[in-house]
């Protein structure tokens, strides 16, 4: 597996439970609800992974593109399907959220 | 169909054509692109307009919210589906997306 | 009471009930977190609102302003300490959030 | 002179008033750079209220743009040089911002 | 005291320096604003560095949260006030706060 | 020249190939207008690249700022013309633009 990926996948499991360990309940709350907005419903599991990415990527967040970019390789998302959802992205964000892109398309053929 | 949708459409419409007749060059090319991610390839129509949708809520753009979800009844997204895409955006965007989708839930539950 | 302020309750409520009744479980929840998130604790609730109104402030939404400038009158924050958070938000936020001060200070004017 | 820009000249004006009445000290010194800051210098009051322009373009701003847009039309910009603004405006910012341009355009084109 | 705290002023110390030594009027008059709008008034310093850390946190700036955070400490801020007030952060910014929030954390528990 | 720069410009070009190797079409449209945009027309070249400085840096972008900065060395923008353009930037966006300026200023003192 790519390494970027493995070293963020550690450092974010090791932050989560810095901040799951001060016990607010609101935060936990939060995290809670995070992890079961993603789950496959009447939307399957890859097109809610999708929907993550295109949001992290317009709203230019490198650690969630990372981690949604992760969840669609375990989705089995093609080469193809994540470029189509990477030109959404970049028409409805702009130009701006090009050096995002660079560093997804590092990671993702980087990450096969 | 719903007025407020139609409305939206021919003033859309009205004012894109104001744009378009101005005649830069960049402009026009970034409009045509604009139209063509969105056709069905890899991903089909339908996911491409939940990825609009979703991508317009978190960035909190009504107007660009009225257009996809206007497409997205067209492409026959189920309600399940809809607040499905909604509850992403709600995470991942967070409770300053809730006025925009107060107005998303009154287009779409007057728009069927 | 100042009457836009009214009219905001009224279509608030309405709307949300809108999104309530779709009975997403997550979206629910998120609610119910937003709710819990503000109630008094380590900080008091007239510090939560402050914190509220700034964020609503330097993102930038006129709804989610007024929502909790309504409530900083319930918690009976006064002319000068609404002018220091709305200083904070406009020195942090830049100029691109005076239209919404603008509108912010009209409500509050008028709404005492 | 466009209606609309006239209403909403008024309207700043006497919303202006209304903050500054209240008399905090560092919304009023901002408030005081914010008008020193588009004085021609080395860069020339046109090319000024063109970077306001585009700057207010890209963070969404109707009001802002409003402002700037008439501010341009005082500074002389023509067609050609509002379009290539606003061509810039649309790549760095994207799809999110057409609406705004929409806006923008119905002015411009109806403020001559 | 943190050696990433401690490294963070230095730097942002000297490139301070650099951008007043340009003695460009308007930008150095908005340093001093911004300065003046921290201190004890109607609000104290302590809900005012809350306010900054809040805003800073939902407008996603690693360099403003730590410089909040860093005043927080000095305001003798609580385990407990700073869980509130990121709990406000991250509900009304969302997940793609989080991020953000793991830094924050990193640096809370590693500041003491 | 400044090695941050160049450093910059070497990495981007070898991730803008990655990106224009997987040979999407909607995508390489894109960057090709992006390209075009910033072409001396009815305002010059260097004009265009101040927009698209302030654009980045209201956007709070390193990357887009970086490349613009690089841009306007090229087309011979002034300190002058250069901190002004800055203080726009920085009484639109507000404080929380300084990290970026910070960072702007150290590449401009070291790129001369």
């Known amino acids: 597996m790519n390494k ?3 070293d963020f996948r550690q450092r974010r499991e090791k932050l ?4 799951l360990d001060r016990d607010n309940v609101n935060i936990k709350r939060f995290f809670a609800i995070d992890t079961a907005t993603y789950r496959g419903g009447a939307l399957n599991a890859k097109t809610k992974e999708l929907l993550g990415l295109v949001a992290s990527t317009v709203l ?5 593109i990372t981690y949604h970019l992760d969840r669609c390789i375990e989705e089995k ?9 990477m030109a959404i992205a970049l028409i409805v964000g702009g130009s701006i959220t090009i050096p995002h892109l660079r560093r997804a398309y590092e990671l993702w053929t980087g990450g096969k």
Not at 16 to 19: A, G
Not at 60 to 64: A, E, I, L, T
């Open 4 to 6: 970027k990926i493995m």
């Open 16 to 19: 989560n439970q810095i901040i």
């Open 60 to 64: 230019r967040c490198d650690d969630c």
């Open 77 to 85: 998302v093609s080469d193809d399907e994540f470029d189509e959802a």
